[in-house]
């Protein structure tokens, strides 16, 4: 007999999970960066060994705030047309495509997935994803801050770098995502506060759970009595909290969990 490969550690954890998972009917995914990852997207923090992190390279305070977009609007404008670009280049990877397939699986049983992201990539919309609330807003879009009219630059505009201009007829014309020090948007925060307050299963999936007030949805929805997981290959605030923490790559745990809930 040739000799088999040790069961992953994960593997235990991850059965837990999927038992909870198929006797739940509101099941709650809170999203970020490293979710992205496996599609070729920089994550803002990573670890020490991760030199290609945004935050690393660039700083929040001169590219994220309304302070620097009043001082700099041009340059702003640049780096996040940039990253526009980034997200329309990548490709949904195996761990948005199983949230997919886990939100028809749940809707077929009678229940519900809610994805509650930070990303402003799309890629769960891409993917498949129906019920995804953007806590951060989205990079495709861009908002007249006059009129707050949001406009989606046209395909074309692929092609052009940079962004046309962000000086508008009717005023400055900015990136359609939450910057730092301003208030999530209103309906995406009653959403979030609800879904985790109704959660049976709640899964933080690649956030550093750093950033309020998202990382504190699996606390909230801890107190209503929600199982809760942290799928992340490295630790976080979160991980000594959670009922199971699966300390491995979204885009492994994420189709192994659709493998033992919905097996071929
Ligand atoms: P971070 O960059 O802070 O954290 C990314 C997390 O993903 C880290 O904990 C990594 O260990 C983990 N990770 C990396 N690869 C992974 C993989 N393949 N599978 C699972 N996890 C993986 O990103 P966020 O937590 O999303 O806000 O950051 C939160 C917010 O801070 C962002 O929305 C952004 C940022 O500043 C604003 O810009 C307002």
């Known amino acids: 007999m040739p000799p088999t490969d040790p069961p992953p550690p994960w593997l235990p954890p991850l059965r837990r999970l999927a038992a909870k998972v198929a006797a739940?009917?509101?099941?709650?995914?809170?999203?970020?960066?490293?979710?992205?990852?496996?599609?070729?997207?920089?994550?803002?923090?990573?670890?020490?060994?991760?030199?290609?992190?945004?935050?690393?390279?660039?700083?929040?305070?001169?590219?994220?705030?309304?302070?620097?977009?009043?001082?700099?609007?041009?340059?702003?404008?640049?780096?996040y047309d940039w990253r526009r670009l980034g997200c329309l280049a990548a490709q949904p990877n195996p761990g948005h495509t199983a949230l997919a397939a886990l939100e028809h699986h749940l809707e077929r049983a009678g229940g519900s997935l809610t994805i509650l992201t930070q990303n402003v990539d799309r890629l769960h919309h891409r993917a498949g994803s129906r019920n995804v609330v953007e806590l951060h807003g989205d990079i495709l879009n861009w908002r007249c801050t006059v009129t707050g009219r949001t406009l989606t630059p046209p395909d074309q505009a692929f092609e052009r770098f940079p962004m046309p201009s962000p000086f508008h007829p009717h005023g400055l014309l900015r990136p359609n995502v939450v910057w730092f020090g301003e208030p999530l948007p209103e309906e995406a925060l009653q959403a979030a506060f609800?879904?985790?307050?109704?959660?049976?299963?709640?899964?933080?999936?690649?956030?550093?759970?750093?950033?309020?007030?998202?990382?504190?949805?699996?606390?909230?929805?801890?107190?209503?009595?929600?199982?809760?997981?942290?799928?992340?290959?490295?630790?976080?605030?979160?991980?000594?909290?959670?009922?199971?923490?699966?300390?491995?790559?979204?885009?492994?745990i994420l189709p192994a969990l659709m493998a033992q809930l919905a097996p071929h």
């Not at 899964?203 to 699996?218: E, H, I, K, R």
């Open 24 to 79: 739940a009917r509101h099941v709650v995914v809170l999203t970020g960066a490293g979710i992205s990852a496996e599609s070729g997207l920089a994550t803002f923090r990573g670890n020490e060994r991760d030199m290609a992190s945004l935050w690393k390279s660039f700083d929040p305070a001169s590219l994220a705030t309304p302070e620097a977009f009043h001082r700099d609007p041009e340059t702003v404008t640049r780096w």
């Open 194 to 252: 609800q879904a985790a307050n109704q959660a049976d299963v709640f899964m933080s999936v690649g956030t550093s759970a750093v950033v309020q007030p998202a990382a504190g949805f699996l606390q909230v929805a801890a107190a209503a009595g929600a199982f809760t997981t942290e799928i992340n290959p490295q630790a976080t605030p979160l991980t000594s909290t959670v009922d199971a923490a699966l300390a491995a790559p979204a885009g492994v």
